[in-house]
């Protein structure tokens, strides 16, 4: 189950996430489940695999803002690092940043 001590076990910063929150822990779980489903992860992947780096930094850009605003650090890291060589629209293998980001994403998923 998804609670404030699961999720600093995880390594989220929670202290600053709540704080984000006005101090609401259960609005902060809330959104933490949204950020789990978000569809984003998918149109990643896609568009990269299509080499659309354009849609693809689109999606990574919006999913490291709100990644950093819950303060999800174990999966804001890989997201953060393939947001910034697709803002240079670099051609390279995304895979190992993506798998590092679904096994980031399983890990968060298994709390529920």
């Known amino acids: 189950m998804l609670t404030v001590d699961t999720l600093r076990e995880y390594g989220a910063d929670t202290d600053d996430a709540i704080e984000r929150c ?10 933490v489940g949204k950020a789990i489903d978000d569809g984003r992860f998918r149109t990643l992947r896609d568009a990269i695999e299509s080499k659309d780096y354009e849609a693809a930094f689109e999606a990574a850009h919006m ?26 629209r670099t051609d390279t293998d995304y895979n190992s940043l993506l798998d590092a980001i679904d096994a980031q994403r399983a890990r968060l998923e298994a709390l529920r």
């Open 63 to 88: 999913l490291k803002g709100m990644l950093s605003n819950l303060a999800l650090r174990p999966l804001e890291e890989p997201v953060k690092e393939i947001t910034e060589l697709l803002r240079n």
């Open 22 to 31: 006005m101090g609401k822990e259960d609005f902060y779980i809330m959104l």
